[in-house]
Protein backbone atom coordinates (compact mmCIF):
# COMPACT_ATOMS: atom_id res chain seq x y z
CA UNK A 1 0.00 0.00 0.00
CA UNK A 2 1.19 3.04 -0.62
CA UNK A 3 -0.19 6.60 1.23
CA UNK A 4 -0.21 9.99 0.69
CA UNK A 5 0.13 12.67 3.75
CA UNK A 6 0.14 16.40 4.30
CA UNK A 7 1.39 17.96 7.66
CA UNK A 8 -0.03 20.24 9.57
CA UNK A 9 1.92 22.58 11.52
CA UNK A 10 5.30 23.33 10.80
CA UNK A 11 7.04 23.25 14.32
CA UNK A 12 9.24 21.05 15.73
CA UNK A 13 7.49 17.53 14.97
CA UNK A 14 6.25 19.47 11.74
CA UNK A 15 9.49 19.47 10.33
CA UNK A 16 10.46 15.67 11.76
CA UNK A 17 7.26 14.50 10.53
CA UNK A 18 8.31 16.01 6.87
CA UNK A 19 11.87 14.42 7.16
CA UNK A 20 9.64 10.73 8.31
CA UNK A 21 8.03 11.07 5.43
CA UNK A 22 10.61 11.41 3.44
CA UNK A 23 12.46 8.33 4.52
CA UNK A 24 8.92 6.18 4.39
CA UNK A 25 9.06 3.95 1.39
CA UNK A 26 5.43 3.53 0.91
CA UNK A 27 4.41 7.21 1.85
CA UNK A 28 4.75 10.75 0.07
CA UNK A 29 4.36 13.79 1.66
CA UNK A 30 1.97 15.84 -0.76
CA UNK A 31 2.10 19.63 1.00
CA UNK A 32 2.43 21.30 4.67
CA UNK A 33 -0.84 23.44 6.12
CA UNK A 34 0.79 26.65 7.57
CA UNK A 35 -0.97 29.68 9.64
CA UNK A 36 -1.09 32.35 6.84
CA UNK A 37 1.36 34.57 9.08
CA UNK A 38 4.13 32.40 8.91
CA UNK A 39 4.01 31.48 4.86
CA UNK A 40 7.03 32.14 3.23
CA UNK A 41 9.32 32.26 6.93
CA UNK A 42 11.76 29.46 8.11
CA UNK A 43 11.52 27.80 4.52
CA UNK A 44 14.25 25.14 4.78
CA UNK A 45 12.08 23.19 7.15
CA UNK A 46 10.02 22.43 4.20
CA UNK A 47 12.43 20.64 2.04
CA UNK A 48 11.17 21.86 -1.22
CA UNK A 49 7.44 21.38 -0.08
CA UNK A 50 4.69 23.81 -1.24
CA UNK A 51 3.30 25.15 1.69
CA UNK A 52 -0.34 26.22 1.99
CA UNK A 53 -2.51 28.66 4.41
CA UNK A 54 -5.29 26.15 4.64
CA UNK A 55 -6.22 22.22 3.63
CA UNK A 56 -8.76 23.55 0.59
CA UNK A 57 -5.87 25.48 -0.60
CA UNK A 58 -3.37 22.55 -0.70
CA UNK A 59 -6.11 19.83 -1.96
CA UNK A 60 -6.98 22.53 -4.80
CA UNK A 61 -3.30 22.54 -5.69
CA UNK A 62 -1.95 19.18 -4.61
CA UNK A 63 -4.69 16.72 -4.52
CA UNK A 64 -6.92 15.39 -1.49
CA UNK A 65 -4.08 13.42 0.98
CA UNK A 66 -4.76 10.05 2.55
CA UNK A 67 -4.15 11.44 5.92
CA UNK A 68 -3.28 14.76 7.73
CA UNK A 69 -0.38 14.45 10.21
CA UNK A 70 -1.79 17.29 12.45
CA UNK A 71 1.44 19.06 14.40
CA UNK A 72 -0.37 21.74 15.80
CA UNK A 73 0.48 22.09 19.59
CA UNK A 74 -1.43 19.96 21.99
CA UNK A 75 -4.20 22.71 23.10
CA UNK A 76 -4.93 23.06 19.46
CA UNK A 77 -5.40 19.49 18.84
CA UNK A 78 -8.73 18.93 19.81
CA UNK A 79 -9.78 22.23 17.42
CA UNK A 80 -7.93 21.58 14.72
CA UNK A 81 -8.54 17.57 14.35
CA UNK A 82 -12.46 17.70 14.80
CA UNK A 83 -13.10 20.52 12.19
CA UNK A 84 -10.46 18.55 9.72
CA UNK A 85 -11.94 15.29 10.88
CA UNK A 86 -15.57 16.70 10.00
CA UNK A 87 -14.49 17.48 6.73
CA UNK A 88 -13.49 13.77 6.17
CA UNK A 89 -10.01 13.66 6.33
CA UNK A 90 -8.42 10.99 8.19
CA UNK A 91 -5.87 12.41 11.29
CA UNK A 92 -3.28 11.54 13.49
CA UNK A 93 -1.89 13.45 16.00
CA UNK A 94 0.53 13.15 19.23
CA UNK A 95 -2.27 15.27 21.83
CA UNK A 96 -0.22 14.73 25.21
CA UNK A 97 -2.29 15.80 28.25
CA UNK A 98 -2.88 12.59 29.46
CA UNK A 99 -6.32 13.65 32.03
CA UNK A 100 -8.10 14.93 28.67
CA UNK A 101 -7.31 12.31 26.41
CA UNK A 102 -10.73 10.54 27.29
CA UNK A 103 -13.18 13.58 26.90
CA UNK A 104 -10.70 14.37 23.09
CA UNK A 105 -11.15 11.10 22.07
CA UNK A 106 -14.94 10.93 22.94
CA UNK A 107 -15.59 14.09 21.00
CA UNK A 108 -13.06 13.15 18.04
CA UNK A 109 -14.68 10.09 17.37
CA UNK A 110 -18.35 11.77 17.22
CA UNK A 111 -16.96 14.22 14.62
CA UNK A 112 -14.80 11.33 12.50
CA UNK A 113 -17.85 8.84 12.76
CA UNK A 114 -19.73 12.58 11.19
CA UNK A 115 -17.00 12.95 8.94
CA UNK A 116 -16.80 8.96 8.05
CA UNK A 117 -12.69 9.46 9.12
CA UNK A 118 -10.47 7.70 11.25
CA UNK A 119 -8.38 9.30 14.04
CA UNK A 120 -5.60 8.23 15.57
CA UNK A 121 -4.94 10.42 18.59
CA UNK A 122 -2.55 11.18 21.98
CA UNK A 123 -0.12 8.98 18.90
CA UNK A 124 3.51 9.78 20.05
CA UNK A 125 5.79 8.08 22.45
CA UNK A 126 4.11 9.09 25.99
CA UNK A 127 1.08 8.96 25.74
CA UNK A 128 1.37 6.62 22.47
CA UNK A 129 3.90 3.72 21.94
CA UNK A 130 4.45 3.70 26.00
CA UNK A 131 0.94 3.34 26.62
CA UNK A 132 1.48 -0.03 24.13
CA UNK A 133 3.96 -1.17 26.47
CA UNK A 134 1.92 -0.48 29.57
CA UNK A 135 -0.76 -1.89 28.30
CA UNK A 136 1.14 -5.43 27.00
CA UNK A 137 2.95 -5.37 30.09
CA UNK A 138 -0.35 -6.09 32.02
CA UNK A 139 -1.04 -8.33 29.61
CA UNK A 140 1.72 -9.98 30.36
CA UNK A 141 1.79 -9.53 34.53
CA UNK A 142 -1.68 -8.73 34.94
CA UNK A 143 -0.83 -8.34 39.01
CA UNK A 144 1.69 -5.47 39.59
CA UNK A 145 2.89 -1.67 39.75
CA UNK A 146 3.81 -0.37 36.24
CA UNK A 147 6.17 2.86 36.70
CA UNK A 148 7.29 5.09 33.35
CA UNK A 149 10.17 6.94 34.75
CA UNK A 150 10.93 9.48 32.30
CA UNK A 151 13.98 11.50 31.29
CA UNK A 152 16.50 12.95 31.58
CA UNK A 153 15.53 14.88 28.63
CA UNK A 154 13.35 18.33 27.66
CA UNK A 155 9.64 17.56 27.92
CA UNK A 156 7.62 19.44 24.69
CA UNK A 157 4.54 19.62 26.25
CA UNK A 158 6.09 21.12 29.35
CA UNK A 159 8.14 23.77 27.11
CA UNK A 160 5.40 25.05 25.53
CA UNK A 161 3.36 25.40 28.48
CA UNK A 162 5.57 27.18 30.20
CA UNK A 163 6.33 29.53 26.92
CA UNK A 164 2.01 30.58 27.43
CA UNK A 165 3.11 32.02 30.62
CA UNK A 166 2.37 35.65 30.90
CA UNK A 167 5.85 37.44 31.33
CA UNK A 168 7.70 34.39 29.39
CA UNK A 169 9.52 35.08 26.60
CA UNK A 170 10.80 31.78 25.93
CA UNK A 171 10.88 28.67 27.83
CA UNK A 172 12.51 25.04 28.00
CA UNK A 173 11.27 22.45 30.53
CA UNK A 174 13.77 19.57 31.53
CA UNK A 175 11.92 16.44 33.33
CA UNK A 176 14.49 14.74 35.30
CA UNK A 177 13.70 11.30 37.01
CA UNK A 178 13.55 10.41 40.60
CA UNK A 179 12.66 7.05 41.16
CA UNK A 180 9.06 5.32 41.30
CA UNK A 181 7.79 7.03 38.33
CA UNK A 182 8.26 10.72 40.09
CA UNK A 183 10.00 13.43 38.32
CA UNK A 184 11.10 16.80 39.02
CA UNK A 185 11.47 19.62 36.39
CA UNK A 186 13.39 21.75 35.88
CA UNK A 187 12.26 24.96 33.55
CA UNK A 188 14.81 27.86 32.41
CA UNK A 189 12.84 30.25 31.71
CA UNK A 190 13.91 33.95 29.40
CA UNK A 191 11.71 36.78 30.75
CA UNK A 192 9.38 39.09 28.40
CA UNK A 193 11.14 42.93 29.49
CA UNK A 194 9.89 44.39 32.41
CA UNK A 195 8.37 41.06 33.54
CA UNK A 196 8.75 40.03 37.34
CA UNK A 197 10.75 36.17 37.90
CA UNK A 198 8.63 35.63 41.23
CA UNK A 199 5.09 36.22 39.53
CA UNK A 200 6.43 33.63 36.26
CA UNK A 201 7.79 31.47 38.62
CA UNK A 202 4.48 31.27 40.82
CA UNK A 203 2.54 30.93 37.69
CA UNK A 204 3.84 28.24 35.99
CA UNK A 205 4.15 26.15 39.17
CA UNK A 206 0.58 27.04 39.93
CA UNK A 207 0.12 25.32 36.27
CA UNK A 208 -2.03 22.18 35.73
CA UNK A 209 1.40 20.73 33.49
CA UNK A 210 3.64 21.65 36.72
CA UNK A 211 1.41 21.67 39.80
CA UNK A 212 2.30 18.27 40.78
CA UNK A 213 5.89 17.86 40.42
CA UNK A 214 8.81 19.19 42.37
CA UNK A 215 10.07 22.17 40.81
CA UNK A 216 12.88 24.52 40.35
CA UNK A 217 12.77 27.60 37.55
CA UNK A 218 15.95 28.87 36.84
CA UNK A 219 16.19 32.27 34.47
CA UNK A 220 18.42 32.56 31.77
CA UNK A 221 18.96 34.77 28.84
CA UNK A 222 17.78 34.59 25.22
CA UNK A 223 21.27 34.01 24.21
CA UNK A 224 21.73 31.54 26.90
CA UNK A 225 18.44 29.48 26.20
CA UNK A 226 19.34 26.86 23.21
CA UNK A 227 22.46 25.73 25.06
CA UNK A 228 20.25 23.92 27.35
CA UNK A 229 17.52 23.65 24.98
CA UNK A 230 18.64 19.57 23.05
CA UNK A 231 16.07 17.27 21.97
CA UNK A 232 17.24 14.42 23.98
CA UNK A 233 14.64 12.23 26.09
CA UNK A 234 14.01 8.69 26.76
CA UNK A 235 12.10 6.59 29.79
CA UNK A 236 12.60 3.50 31.37
CA UNK A 237 9.35 1.31 32.35
CA UNK A 238 9.58 -1.24 34.95
CA UNK A 239 7.23 -3.39 36.20
CA UNK A 240 7.39 -6.55 38.39
CA UNK A 241 4.29 -8.23 39.42
CA UNK A 242 2.90 -11.37 39.07
CA UNK A 243 2.24 -13.71 35.89
CA UNK A 244 -1.50 -15.78 36.85
CA UNK A 245 -0.01 -16.96 40.41
CA UNK A 246 3.67 -16.83 39.73
CA UNK A 247 5.34 -13.63 41.21
CA UNK A 248 8.64 -12.08 40.12
CA UNK A 249 8.37 -11.35 36.78
CA UNK A 250 10.11 -8.41 35.56
CA UNK A 251 9.70 -6.45 32.74
CA UNK A 252 12.04 -3.43 31.81
CA UNK A 253 11.61 -1.27 28.55
CA UNK A 254 14.37 1.45 28.02
CA UNK A 255 14.93 3.86 25.36
CA UNK A 256 17.35 7.10 24.62
CA UNK A 257 15.91 8.96 22.05
CA UNK A 258 16.00 11.89 20.05
CA UNK A 259 12.29 12.96 21.34
CA UNK A 260 10.55 15.04 18.25
CA UNK A 261 11.89 12.68 15.98
CA UNK A 262 10.59 9.42 17.86
CA UNK A 263 7.30 11.56 17.91
CA UNK A 264 7.20 12.25 14.31
CA UNK A 265 7.38 8.78 13.35
CA UNK A 266 5.19 7.28 15.54
CA UNK A 267 2.92 10.22 13.68
CA UNK A 268 3.63 8.26 10.01
CA UNK A 269 3.45 5.00 11.36
CA UNK A 270 -0.42 5.79 12.72
CA UNK A 271 -0.63 7.85 9.19
CA UNK A 272 0.11 4.59 7.77
CA UNK A 273 -2.50 2.70 9.80
CA UNK A 274 -5.12 5.14 9.85
CA UNK A 275 -5.78 4.60 5.76
CA UNK A 276 -5.49 0.66 6.40
CA UNK A 277 -8.01 1.10 8.76
CA UNK A 278 -10.19 3.58 7.16
CA UNK A 279 -10.08 1.30 4.22
CA UNK A 280 -11.07 -1.87 6.14
CA UNK A 281 -14.37 0.27 6.61
CA UNK A 282 -13.14 1.10 10.43
CA UNK A 283 -14.52 4.61 11.51
CA UNK A 284 -14.05 6.88 14.32
CA UNK A 285 -11.12 7.89 16.39
CA UNK A 286 -8.52 5.49 18.02
CA UNK A 287 -5.49 5.70 20.16
CA UNK A 288 -2.29 3.39 19.78
CA UNK A 289 -3.60 0.88 21.90
CA UNK A 290 -6.79 0.25 19.33
CA UNK A 291 -4.39 -0.54 16.70
CA UNK A 292 -3.02 -3.95 16.27
CA UNK A 293 0.68 -3.35 15.80
CA UNK A 294 1.52 -5.10 12.25
CA UNK A 295 -0.96 -1.91 11.07
CA UNK A 296 1.94 0.30 11.66
CA UNK A 297 4.73 -1.25 9.39
CA UNK A 298 4.84 -1.24 5.84
CA UNK A 299 4.63 -4.00 3.86
CA UNK A 300 2.16 -6.63 3.21
CA UNK A 301 0.98 -8.58 6.64
CA UNK A 302 2.20 -11.77 6.09
CA UNK A 303 4.90 -10.85 4.97
CA UNK A 304 5.59 -8.85 7.98
CA UNK A 305 4.56 -11.67 10.35
CA UNK A 306 6.23 -14.39 8.79
CA UNK A 307 9.87 -11.72 9.49
CA UNK A 308 8.71 -10.69 13.24
CA UNK A 309 6.43 -13.15 14.86
CA UNK B 1 -16.69 -9.22 29.75
CA UNK B 2 -16.90 -12.29 31.63
CA UNK B 3 -15.48 -15.44 29.64
CA UNK B 4 -15.16 -19.13 29.65
CA UNK B 5 -12.28 -21.46 28.91
CA UNK B 6 -11.02 -25.12 28.72
CA UNK B 7 -7.72 -26.06 29.00
CA UNK B 8 -6.54 -28.64 26.56
CA UNK B 9 -3.23 -30.95 27.49
CA UNK B 10 -1.76 -30.52 31.07
CA UNK B 11 1.83 -30.41 30.78
CA UNK B 12 4.11 -27.28 32.05
CA UNK B 13 1.93 -25.04 30.42
CA UNK B 14 -1.34 -26.54 30.67
CA UNK B 15 -0.93 -26.13 34.50
CA UNK B 16 -0.04 -22.88 34.53
CA UNK B 17 -2.90 -21.78 32.35
CA UNK B 18 -5.27 -23.22 35.02
CA UNK B 19 -3.51 -20.80 37.02
CA UNK B 20 -3.92 -17.93 34.94
CA UNK B 21 -7.18 -18.73 34.73
CA UNK B 22 -7.71 -19.25 38.38
CA UNK B 23 -6.17 -15.58 39.48
CA UNK B 24 -7.83 -13.87 36.38
CA UNK B 25 -11.20 -11.38 37.64
CA UNK B 26 -13.17 -12.24 34.07
CA UNK B 27 -12.49 -15.24 33.47
CA UNK B 28 -13.53 -19.13 34.32
CA UNK B 29 -12.24 -22.55 33.87
CA UNK B 30 -14.45 -24.93 33.15
CA UNK B 31 -12.24 -28.18 32.41
CA UNK B 32 -9.61 -29.76 31.11
CA UNK B 33 -9.01 -31.88 28.03
CA UNK B 34 -6.20 -34.77 28.49
CA UNK B 35 -5.62 -37.99 26.46
CA UNK B 36 -7.61 -40.50 27.51
CA UNK B 37 -4.45 -42.68 29.33
CA UNK B 38 -3.50 -39.58 31.34
CA UNK B 39 -6.84 -39.38 33.06
CA UNK B 40 -6.48 -39.60 36.65
CA UNK B 41 -2.63 -39.01 36.87
CA UNK B 42 -0.98 -35.91 38.18
CA UNK B 43 -4.18 -34.97 39.52
CA UNK B 44 -2.71 -32.42 41.77
CA UNK B 45 -2.28 -29.91 38.89
CA UNK B 46 -6.10 -29.84 37.90
CA UNK B 47 -6.48 -27.77 41.24
CA UNK B 48 -9.97 -29.20 41.24
CA UNK B 49 -11.58 -29.30 38.04
CA UNK B 50 -13.06 -31.65 35.92
CA UNK B 51 -11.00 -33.93 33.32
CA UNK B 52 -12.16 -35.51 30.32
CA UNK B 53 -10.49 -37.47 27.75
CA UNK B 54 -12.57 -35.35 24.75
CA UNK B 55 -13.65 -31.43 24.10
CA UNK B 56 -17.04 -33.39 23.45
CA UNK B 57 -17.28 -34.87 26.47
CA UNK B 58 -16.16 -31.62 28.21
CA UNK B 59 -18.75 -30.11 26.70
CA UNK B 60 -21.68 -32.48 27.58
CA UNK B 61 -20.79 -32.37 31.15
CA UNK B 62 -19.65 -28.66 31.68
CA UNK B 63 -21.29 -26.77 28.59
CA UNK B 64 -19.58 -25.04 25.81
CA UNK B 65 -16.29 -22.75 26.71
CA UNK B 66 -16.13 -19.57 25.08
CA UNK B 67 -12.48 -20.28 24.10
CA UNK B 68 -10.14 -23.61 24.26
CA UNK B 69 -6.55 -22.52 25.41
CA UNK B 70 -4.27 -25.48 23.28
CA UNK B 71 -0.68 -26.43 25.83
CA UNK B 72 -0.29 -29.82 23.71
CA UNK B 73 3.50 -29.92 22.56
CA UNK B 74 4.11 -27.02 19.42
CA UNK B 75 4.77 -30.00 17.17
CA UNK B 76 0.95 -31.19 17.35
CA UNK B 77 -0.44 -27.89 17.23
CA UNK B 78 -1.30 -27.75 13.82
CA UNK B 79 -3.46 -31.03 13.96
CA UNK B 80 -5.22 -29.94 17.48
CA UNK B 81 -5.91 -26.60 16.44
CA UNK B 82 -7.34 -27.18 12.98
CA UNK B 83 -9.74 -30.14 14.44
CA UNK B 84 -10.79 -27.49 17.04
CA UNK B 85 -11.42 -24.45 14.59
CA UNK B 86 -13.17 -26.58 12.41
CA UNK B 87 -15.69 -28.14 14.76
CA UNK B 88 -16.52 -23.98 16.16
CA UNK B 89 -14.07 -23.07 19.00
CA UNK B 90 -12.06 -20.29 19.43
CA UNK B 91 -8.80 -21.13 20.19
CA UNK B 92 -5.22 -19.90 21.45
CA UNK B 93 -2.14 -21.55 21.09
CA UNK B 94 2.05 -20.71 21.62
CA UNK B 95 2.98 -22.96 18.70
CA UNK B 96 6.94 -21.24 18.82
CA UNK B 97 8.32 -23.30 15.96
CA UNK B 98 9.34 -20.00 13.74
CA UNK B 99 10.25 -20.72 10.34
CA UNK B 100 6.53 -22.93 10.53
CA UNK B 101 4.29 -19.73 11.45
CA UNK B 102 3.30 -18.50 8.02
CA UNK B 103 2.45 -22.13 6.86
CA UNK B 104 0.47 -23.11 9.77
CA UNK B 105 -1.19 -19.67 10.66
CA UNK B 106 -1.97 -20.55 6.69
CA UNK B 107 -3.92 -23.54 7.33
CA UNK B 108 -5.56 -22.90 10.64
CA UNK B 109 -6.79 -19.53 8.84
CA UNK B 110 -8.96 -22.15 6.30
CA UNK B 111 -10.21 -24.25 9.53
CA UNK B 112 -11.38 -20.92 11.70
CA UNK B 113 -13.22 -19.55 8.51
CA UNK B 114 -14.61 -23.11 7.64
CA UNK B 115 -15.55 -23.21 11.29
CA UNK B 116 -16.67 -19.74 11.84
CA UNK B 117 -14.10 -19.35 14.52
CA UNK B 118 -11.30 -17.14 15.97
CA UNK B 119 -7.37 -18.79 16.49
CA UNK B 120 -4.66 -16.75 17.94
CA UNK B 121 -1.68 -18.62 17.06
CA UNK B 122 2.18 -18.41 18.16
CA UNK B 123 1.05 -16.20 21.04
CA UNK B 124 3.18 -17.31 23.78
CA UNK B 125 6.40 -14.55 24.89
CA UNK B 126 8.69 -15.30 21.59
CA UNK B 127 6.85 -16.04 19.40
CA UNK B 128 4.17 -13.73 20.47
CA UNK B 129 4.87 -10.38 23.20
CA UNK B 130 8.62 -10.45 21.99
CA UNK B 131 6.97 -10.04 18.31
CA UNK B 132 4.76 -7.25 19.43
CA UNK B 133 8.38 -5.50 20.71
CA UNK B 134 9.63 -6.03 17.12
CA UNK B 135 6.71 -4.75 15.12
CA UNK B 136 6.39 -1.92 17.98
CA UNK B 137 10.33 -1.50 17.37
CA UNK B 138 10.11 -1.32 13.80
CA UNK B 139 7.24 0.85 13.61
CA UNK B 140 8.86 3.49 16.29
CA UNK B 141 12.60 2.94 14.48
CA UNK B 142 12.45 1.72 11.02
CA UNK B 143 15.99 2.07 10.07
CA UNK B 144 18.00 -0.19 11.82
CA UNK B 145 19.04 -4.07 13.55
CA UNK B 146 16.78 -6.08 16.17
CA UNK B 147 18.70 -8.12 18.06
CA UNK B 148 16.96 -10.61 20.41
CA UNK B 149 19.20 -11.87 23.12
CA UNK B 150 17.61 -14.88 24.74
CA UNK B 151 18.32 -16.68 28.28
CA UNK B 152 20.07 -17.64 30.10
CA UNK B 153 17.39 -19.85 30.46
CA UNK B 154 15.67 -23.26 29.57
CA UNK B 155 13.51 -23.79 26.37
CA UNK B 156 10.90 -25.20 26.95
CA UNK B 157 10.67 -25.95 22.41
CA UNK B 158 14.19 -27.21 22.67
CA UNK B 159 13.76 -29.63 25.10
CA UNK B 160 10.30 -31.07 24.26
CA UNK B 161 12.55 -31.19 20.48
CA UNK B 162 15.45 -33.29 22.44
CA UNK B 163 13.21 -35.44 24.44
CA UNK B 164 12.25 -36.54 21.14
CA UNK B 165 15.53 -37.90 20.12
CA UNK B 166 15.51 -41.45 19.85
CA UNK B 167 18.03 -42.94 22.95
CA UNK B 168 17.02 -39.91 24.94
CA UNK B 169 15.17 -40.87 28.39
CA UNK B 170 14.99 -36.81 29.33
CA UNK B 171 16.56 -33.71 28.71
CA UNK B 172 16.62 -30.33 29.46
CA UNK B 173 17.81 -27.04 26.96
CA UNK B 174 19.66 -24.15 28.50
CA UNK B 175 19.78 -20.82 26.23
CA UNK B 176 22.58 -18.93 26.72
CA UNK B 177 22.99 -15.63 24.71
CA UNK B 178 26.33 -14.88 23.25
CA UNK B 179 25.25 -10.95 21.44
CA UNK B 180 24.05 -9.74 18.61
CA UNK B 181 21.08 -12.10 18.59
CA UNK B 182 23.02 -15.19 18.78
CA UNK B 183 23.14 -18.22 21.08
CA UNK B 184 24.41 -21.34 22.33
CA UNK B 185 22.69 -24.67 23.74
CA UNK B 186 23.49 -26.39 26.73
CA UNK B 187 21.60 -29.76 26.50
CA UNK B 188 21.81 -32.21 29.51
CA UNK B 189 20.48 -35.22 28.60
CA UNK B 190 19.65 -38.77 30.29
CA UNK B 191 19.85 -42.00 28.34
CA UNK B 192 18.04 -44.70 27.62
CA UNK B 193 19.50 -47.90 28.80
CA UNK B 194 21.93 -49.33 25.73
CA UNK B 195 21.94 -45.60 24.07
CA UNK B 196 25.14 -44.40 23.09
CA UNK B 197 26.16 -41.15 23.71
CA UNK B 198 27.62 -40.10 20.60
CA UNK B 199 24.75 -41.16 18.31
CA UNK B 200 22.36 -38.87 20.57
CA UNK B 201 24.62 -35.92 20.09
CA UNK B 202 24.80 -36.12 16.54
CA UNK B 203 21.18 -36.64 16.18
CA UNK B 204 20.67 -33.67 18.15
CA UNK B 205 23.11 -31.49 16.58
CA UNK B 206 21.23 -32.58 13.21
CA UNK B 207 17.73 -31.53 14.42
CA UNK B 208 16.44 -28.16 13.13
CA UNK B 209 15.96 -26.89 16.22
CA UNK B 210 19.79 -26.93 17.21
CA UNK B 211 21.59 -27.23 13.58
CA UNK B 212 22.05 -23.41 13.59
CA UNK B 213 23.61 -22.61 17.07
CA UNK B 214 27.19 -23.38 18.76
CA UNK B 215 25.89 -26.45 20.60
CA UNK B 216 27.59 -28.59 24.08
CA UNK B 217 25.52 -32.11 25.25
CA UNK B 218 26.33 -33.15 28.31
CA UNK B 219 25.12 -36.45 29.95
CA UNK B 220 23.29 -36.77 33.49
CA UNK B 221 21.81 -38.84 35.32
CA UNK B 222 17.77 -39.04 36.18
CA UNK B 223 18.33 -37.98 39.79
CA UNK B 224 20.51 -35.08 38.20
CA UNK B 225 18.17 -33.39 35.59
CA UNK B 226 15.92 -31.65 38.29
CA UNK B 227 18.77 -29.91 39.68
CA UNK B 228 19.57 -28.31 36.42
CA UNK B 229 15.69 -27.84 34.75
CA UNK B 230 14.41 -24.47 36.41
CA UNK B 231 11.67 -22.39 34.70
CA UNK B 232 13.90 -19.15 34.60
CA UNK B 233 14.45 -17.45 31.39
CA UNK B 234 14.94 -14.12 29.96
CA UNK B 235 15.36 -11.77 27.07
CA UNK B 236 17.15 -8.53 25.90
CA UNK B 237 16.16 -7.22 22.90
CA UNK B 238 17.59 -4.31 21.46
CA UNK B 239 17.21 -1.97 18.51
CA UNK B 240 19.76 0.76 17.29
CA UNK B 241 18.91 2.75 14.43
CA UNK B 242 17.15 5.87 12.79
CA UNK B 243 13.53 7.25 13.42
CA UNK B 244 13.08 9.36 10.22
CA UNK B 245 16.42 11.08 9.03
CA UNK B 246 17.44 11.27 13.19
CA UNK B 247 19.86 8.21 14.24
CA UNK B 248 21.25 7.21 17.35
CA UNK B 249 17.48 6.01 18.68
CA UNK B 250 18.25 3.29 21.21
CA UNK B 251 15.26 1.22 22.30
CA UNK B 252 16.40 -2.17 24.80
CA UNK B 253 12.99 -4.38 25.97
CA UNK B 254 14.75 -6.45 29.36
CA UNK B 255 12.54 -9.23 30.59
CA UNK B 256 13.44 -11.94 33.59
CA UNK B 257 10.56 -14.59 33.88
CA UNK B 258 9.37 -17.88 34.59
CA UNK B 259 8.73 -18.76 31.70
CA UNK B 260 5.95 -21.36 31.40
CA UNK B 261 4.07 -18.72 33.58
CA UNK B 262 4.23 -15.76 31.57
CA UNK B 263 3.45 -18.05 28.31
CA UNK B 264 0.52 -19.53 29.98
CA UNK B 265 -0.35 -15.73 31.39
CA UNK B 266 0.09 -14.26 27.42
CA UNK B 267 -2.15 -17.50 26.36
CA UNK B 268 -5.51 -16.16 28.80
CA UNK B 269 -4.75 -12.72 27.95
CA UNK B 270 -4.91 -13.65 24.21
CA UNK B 271 -7.99 -16.06 25.10
CA UNK B 272 -9.78 -12.99 26.00
CA UNK B 273 -8.80 -11.03 22.74
CA UNK B 274 -10.17 -14.03 20.37
CA UNK B 275 -13.35 -14.09 22.16
CA UNK B 276 -14.03 -10.32 21.52
CA UNK B 277 -12.27 -10.76 18.03
CA UNK B 278 -15.53 -13.31 17.73
CA UNK B 279 -17.89 -11.23 19.06
CA UNK B 280 -17.14 -8.53 16.87
CA UNK B 281 -17.52 -10.55 14.08
CA UNK B 282 -14.03 -11.36 13.31
CA UNK B 283 -13.01 -14.72 11.82
CA UNK B 284 -9.95 -16.29 11.40
CA UNK B 285 -6.47 -17.28 12.45
CA UNK B 286 -4.24 -14.79 13.63
CA UNK B 287 -1.19 -13.81 15.51
CA UNK B 288 -0.63 -11.24 18.38
CA UNK B 289 0.60 -8.65 16.27
CA UNK B 290 -2.72 -8.59 14.70
CA UNK B 291 -4.23 -8.22 18.12
CA UNK B 292 -5.13 -4.39 19.66
CA UNK B 293 -3.42 -4.27 22.99
CA UNK B 294 -6.54 -3.13 24.33
CA UNK B 295 -8.35 -6.21 23.52
CA UNK B 296 -5.79 -8.10 26.04
CA UNK B 297 -6.80 -6.57 28.97
CA UNK B 298 -9.74 -7.32 31.40
CA UNK B 299 -12.44 -4.56 31.71
CA UNK B 300 -14.32 -1.52 29.01
CA UNK B 301 -11.66 0.03 26.64
CA UNK B 302 -12.51 3.47 28.06
CA UNK B 303 -11.37 2.59 30.86
CA UNK B 304 -8.52 1.11 30.19
CA UNK B 305 -7.69 3.76 27.71
CA UNK B 306 -7.95 6.21 30.22
CA UNK B 307 -5.70 4.08 32.99
CA UNK B 308 -3.39 3.41 30.44
CA UNK B 309 -3.10 5.94 27.38
Redesign the interface.
Known amino acids: MQFTAAVVGLGNIGR??I??L???TDCTCIGVVRRKESIGTDTLKLRGLPEFASIEELEAAAGRPDVLILCSPSRQIPGVAGEMLAKGYNTVDSFDI?DR??ET??ALNEQAVKGNAVCIS?AG?D?G?D??????F??????GTTFTNFGRGRSMGHSVAARAIAGVADATSITIPIGGGRHSRLVYVVLEEGACFEDVKKAIQEDPYFSHDPLEVRQVSMEELPRVADASHGVLMERVG?????D???????????NP??T???L??CARASVRMAAEGKRGAF????????Q???GE??T???R??
Chains 1, 2 share one sequence.
Open positions: YAEAEAGHIVLNAWPTSVMRALEAMVPVASGKTNQHLNFDMRINALAQVVSTLIDVPPVLLPRMNIGLV
